[in-house]
């Protein structure tokens, strides 16, 4: 069953901590990305990659780091450098440009600051 | 600089009412846009594309490169329809950029 796994789906942190949030795809996409979803913003891009050992700082990339080692994960670690990490956090992937059929997107990890 | 505008926080219709939701873009190049849809507690997927010109469970969207606007229509709304809209532009190579989103609220 093809699809994007995020895990968890919530996730606590303390202040000062660093967490790291779960994305894994099997559909062979090549695109990843990370949005953040707060209420009235919308969908803000963090970081994406193309292909495999390379990525892209999105607009609000600051405080946040990435890592694609493989082409099916693309995990994300939300640091202590980010000032306000309370949010939904929503991974997608694409096939290759010139095939699109829209992003398939995770049903998403919720982090919570305590 | 890309953007998308999505005037409406929140839109509230009868069932059986004419439905459009609103969008509009800033963009130099030739545009590809998009409507994504989140129905409650679902992933967000995507609705239709206007390079398809296609009608999804019976919504629509004209790209009106003059007025810079890419909005949905449903001739009449059904209670199912209720979801969070949002409207995406693909700006060449590089990722969707989203606007802020409509929820879309179908009265019984």
């Known amino acids: 069953d093809g699809g994007i796994t995020q895990s968890p789906k919530y996730l606590f942190r303390k202040e000062g901590q660093n967490v790291t949030l779960s994305c894994e795809q099997n559909?062979?996409?090549?695109?990843m990305y990370w949005y953040r979803q707060d209420p009235g913003q919308g969908l803000r891009l963090i970081y994406y990659s193309q292909i495999v050992n390379d990525f892209q700082k999105g607009d609000i990339a600051e405080g946040y780091s990435v890592s694609r080692e493989k082409k099916e994960s693309f995990p994300l670690t939300v640091t202590s450098a980010q000032k306000n990490p309370t949010a939904f956090y929503l991974c997608?992937?694409?096939?290759?440009?010139?095939?699109?059929?829209?992003?398939?997107f995770g049903s998403g990890t919720r982090l919570t600051v305590v | 600089a890309q953007r998308v505008t999505q005037p409406e926080k929140l839109l509230s219709v009868f069932k059986g009412a004419p439905v459009e939701l609103k969008c509009n873009y800033s963009?130099?190049?030739?545009?590809?846009l998009f409507w994504y849809v989140q129905y409650s507690r679902q992933r967000l997927q995507l609705l239709l594309r206007h390079i398809s010109r296609e009608s999804i469970k019976g919504f629509t969207a004209d790209l009106n490169k003059g007025e810079t606007s890419f909005h949905l229509k449903k001739p009449f709304a059904q209670e199912e329809d209720s979801a969070m809209y949002y409207c995406a532009l693909k700006p060449g190579n590089t990722p969707l950029v989203f606007g802020k989103g409509t929820r879309l609220s179908v009265i019984a």
């Open positions: 559909l062979n996409h090549d695109a």
């Open positions: 963009y130099s190049g030739s545009p590809e």
């Open positions: 997608a992937s694409s096939a290759p440009t010139g095939v699109y059929y829209g992003y398939t």
